[in-house]
């Protein structure tokens, strides 16, 4: 089991390892030997085909599920699979933000930051003053809502695709989540709002966090991460770093990929 308290500082190389971790579903094999490593301060894309693994490969990092074989490590620390959760994973500050799910649209955005976090007196009385100063001092400060008409009280419903991205990154990064996941954030976002998105993601890597970042559009997570998982049927195929692949060279890549042939896939 892990340590009661996580180890957010110290000297540990890795925010997560994975060795040799794989996942059968009857005779459908999800994942195959996985081994990656993500360090701290490093956005890491993982891109591949639909049914690749990419979900399944987060669930198992972030305690959805549990492996049929492998080993995980957090900050350099083995995990014991059999004390292993969704509430641990979050406990270890591991951040998983899915689109616009985890947002409540009539909720004004300090009730949507200190959701299920709330700061409470000795009564447990939420201190709202204190939730709406902190809010604010988020929006301004580390998201840049400056001079656009947004502020603790705004709610959900008022804000762009791009402004509730940054909303939910800036809660992960205000309760100082060490790997922050983000599912497809620009998804379905004008090109405006993805310049907001990408702006945001960047902040995590300047405040000293790790990113995973899952995305489909190959000119984005090409264009802002430090290095590229490549995931075909279950198996890491490719580990590229920045510079070492053309957009154009990675996008013919994938294809290729395709043009292979699938086997079933989950995830």
């Known amino acids: 089991m892990m340590d009661k308290q996580p180890e957010t500082g110290g000297a540990y190389q ?3 390892r994975a060795e040799g971790i794989s996942l059968s579903y009857g005779k459908i094999r999800a994942l195959q030997g996985i081994d990656l490593a993500i360090g701290r301060n490093e956005i890491v ?3 591949g085909d639909n049914g690749a693994g990419k979900s399944t490969l987060i669930k198992v990092l972030t305690g959805v599920v549990r492996p049929t074989s492998g080993k995980l490590y957090i900050r350099d620390k083995p995990v014991d ?10 406990r270890l500050r591991f951040e998983t933000v899915y689109q616009e799910k985890s947002l409540g649209e009539k909720q004004p955005l300090w009730r949507n930051i200190f959701v299920g976090r709330q700061i409470t007196n000795r009564f447990g009385f939420i201190k709202v003053a204190e939730e709406r100063r ?3 001092d988020l929006l301004k400060n580390q998201l ?3 001079g656009v008409g947004i502020d603790a009280d705004s709610t959900i419903s008022k804000l762009s695709g791009g402004e509730r991205q940054g909303i939910a990154i800036g809660r992960a990064m205000h309760f100082d989540s060490d790997l922050i996941i983000l599912d497809e954030p620009t998804v379905a976002l004008a090109i405006s709002e993805v310049r907001k998105v990408l702006d945001f993601v960047r902040s995590i890597k300047a405040s000293g ?3 995973i970042y899952i995305e489909h559009n190959l000119a984005h997570v090409h264009a802002l991460a430090d290095r590229l998982i490549v995931l075909d049927r279950g198996r890491i195929v490719a580990d590229i770093k920045s510079g070492e692949m053309t957009l154009e060279e990675l996008t013919k890549f994938l294809i290729d990929l395709q043009q292979s042939g699938h086997a079933v896939g989950v995830g």
């Open 14 to 16: 890795h925010i997560v």
């Open 45 to 47: 894309g993982l891109i």
């Open 81 to 90: 699979w059999t004390h292993y959760s969704v509430r641990e994973a979050h």
């Open 134 to 136: 902190i809010a604010n």
């Open 144 to 146: 840049g809502f400056r």
């Open 209 to 211: 966090r790790a990113c």
